[in-house]
């Protein structure tokens, strides 16, 4: 391989017109690392379905193969698959082939299994759903779950925070054990003062935290950020700990930008104030 090219990454998410998440945050956020964005939308929204009704829904579940059948057939090559929200339950089969087909073994697979926060699955998904995520997430490298996430796929019993260590502790280790060999776990926090992300590395054992000031309220879309963030980061070579340190970091700065606005929280973060930061915050954890 030539020492030099640049990376690529397909990033699978929907697209929520309005609201700075999944795609339109996955695009702009790897771009701005320097990284080439290929996407494939799963469903296009007018807005997410985080506190708005009334939201517009196509389901591209039929586009999905068409796309990847194309990209196939252009020999293209992907560092790394990002995945996110996905449009239908149909998609999990796709997808979970879609890795095979668009992966090689330099391909880091990254799962973020986007279906509930707050102790609740998102109402646009049937109760079989974190079934199918559990598949997906055995096929990562990667996985970014929030608490609740980690809830439904280790069929554990969802608890509102502040958490003990042994609480995160043991549902890192569970996440181990789910077939991914790095985890993420993001809503981590232990007291009122500090908000942020525990990592568990499979291989070395090592489990990190990373965590901000906490601000008060919950910002729509974190969790996209600090995935795409992570993403741009891991592709770039920066450690899988420092990489989510960087993510918290980003998506730390974007929370408090956007709370000092006094911004609609559904609107999401302001992270484009931070994108310039974005290059300089990857070179230094590399270093
Ligand atoms: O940020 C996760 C997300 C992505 N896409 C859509 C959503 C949500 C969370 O609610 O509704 C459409």
Known sequence: MIMNAQKRVAAIHDISCFGRCSLTAALPIISAAGVETSVIPTAVLSTHTGGFDDFTYRDLTEDISKVVDHW???????????????????????????????????????????????????????????????????????????????????????????????????????????????????????????????????????????????????????????????????VNNVSFEKAAAVAAGFTAESIKRTYAAGTDTRFGVNFEEGLKDLPGLIAEARS
Do not use: W
């Open 72 to 234: 196939i057939s252009l020999n293209l090559k992907f560092s790394a698959v990002y995945t996110g929200f996905l449009g239908s339950i149909e998609q999990i089969d796709i997808i979970c082939g879609t890795f095979d087909r668009l992966g090689s073994e330099d391909t880091m697979i990254i799962v973020d299994p986007v279906m509930a926060d707050n102790g609740i699955l998102y109402k646009t998904f049937p109760q079989n759903f974190p079934e199918g995520m559990k598949r997906l997430c055995g096929k990562a490298d990667v996985i970014i779950p929030n608490i609740t996430e980690a809830t439904l796929l280790l069929n554990t019993e969802y608890r509102d925070g502040p958490y003990t260590e042994e609480y995160i502790e043991d549902m890192l280790l569970g996440l181990g054990k789910t077939g991914a060999n790095k985890i993420v776990l993001t809503g981590v926090f232990f007291n009122e003062k500090e908000f942020g992300a525990a990592t568990y590395d499979t291989e070395t054992e090592n489990i990190s935290y990373s965590f901000f000031s906490r601000i008060p309220g919950h910002y729509h879309g974190t969790g996209d950020v600090f995935g795409s963030a992570l993403v741009a980061s891991m």
